[in-house]
């Protein structure tokens, strides 16, 4: 009897083993099928910077081929025209000033068009939640296009590209998470680095699901005298407009489609 007791304790034991790991094997599957690897899909991912005021034309977009996207003054006069007409189209000729539009040129439809100058490694801890979130988004300021030639060069020469050819923003998590339907509203907190200086920004940011992945489009911006005074721009370079004051803020943003492989989303 003492024995049949013993083999039916040592049994028990065994199940109840068998229970606690297999209940410890799925707690771990479901942290596993949780934790996701997000890579960015360049051709369907964007960054722009907008001055304001803008003056006509000091804006820019790393995808030109977005069909809602539209150069400013200085351009061919084809290109001016109908980027008014556009403008117009949207806004009328009502008293909203275009300064107040941030940015100008929205993108309406997701298109794998654009210049593959955005990429971005993000962990996500909780896809569900989206807790434990950090990574890097690196923008190339080589493909930041503003639709005029001389422009462009002069902007690249101006952020040393050769030197320093990414635009990094470090991301250490997510704050005040907001979920409204479908649509989670979140604060990104993160290092940003322009020209090799490096401070801390939080960007506010709207992520939405789609089919491989998630999109998240944010924006935020800075004093246009911080180009010089925080990021050691030239003043003699930036010239009258951050020197008497007309430039006020400078905008910048990103609407990035990522997904576990980095392949084209669903819009």
Not at 73 to 91: C, F, L, N
């Amino acid at each position: 009897m003492a024995i049949g007791l013993i083999l039916q304790t040592s049994r028990r034991a065994a199940l109840l083993g068998v229970l606690i790991l297999s209940a410890l094997l799925g707690t771990a599957a479901h942290v596993s099928a949780q934790r996701k690897h997000l890579v960015a899909n360049g051709v369907e991912s964007l960054a722009w910077w907008q001055m304001n005021p803008h003056m006509g034309h000091l804006w820019a977009t790393t995808c030109p081929g977005d069909s809602a996207w539209r150069p400013g003054e200085g351009t061919t006069p084809d290109e001016a025209v109908a980027a008014m007409k556009a403008m117009r189209k949207r806004i009328g000729y009502g008293t909203v000033t275009l300064d107040s539009i941030i940015p100008l040129y929205p993108r309406k439809i997701v298109r794998p068009v654009c210049s593959d100058a955005v990429r971005a490694d993000i962990e996500v801890g909780d896809f569900k939640t989206l807790a434990g979130v950090h990574g890097e988004v690196n923008v190339s300021v080589r493909e930041l296009y503003t639709g005029m030639r001389l422009r462009d060069e002069f902007t690249f020469g101006l952020l040393q590209y050769l030197k320093y050819p990414n635009i990094v923003f470090d991301i250490d998590s997510l704050s005040n998470v907001v979920q409204r339907g479908d649509t989670t509203y979140a604060n990104v907190v993160g290092d940003f680095t322009l020209r090799g200086s490096r401070d801390k920004r939080t960007v506010p940011v709207k992520i939405t699901k789609v089919r491989d992945g998630i999109r998240i489009i944010g924006r935020f911006e800075m004093r246009a005298s911080d180009l010089e005074e925080v990021y050691g721009m030239s003043k003699y370079k930036l010239g009258l407009g951050v020197g008497t004051g007309i430039w006020k803020l400078l905008h910048m943003g990103f609407d990035i489609i990522l997904s576990e492989n980095g392949n084209p989303g669903s819009m």
